[in-house]
């Protein structure tokens, strides 16, 4: 069997049209790009949510707080 985009082959029979999409193929430059900002401005907001959490946080109440809480935010 061999296929492509929109068909895949059977010796001795006709082409069958694929039900589905493919999914798996390469990505184009503009959608790594895409992708690299995305994830640029995840980590950004993370860092700046981190920051301004521990700025108005209660210094009392961080003292008590389970570390294993205190990494998760």
Known sequence: MTADKDFMYF???????????NRWRD????????????NQMSKQGNDDFFEEFMRIADKDL???LNPTILNAL
């Open 27 to 38: 990505a184009t430059q503009e959608e790594m790009d895409q992708q690299n900002e995305m």
């Open 62 to 64: 961080m003292k008590n």
């Open 11 to 21: 010796a001795g029979k006709p082409p069958k049209k694929r039900k589905h999409a």
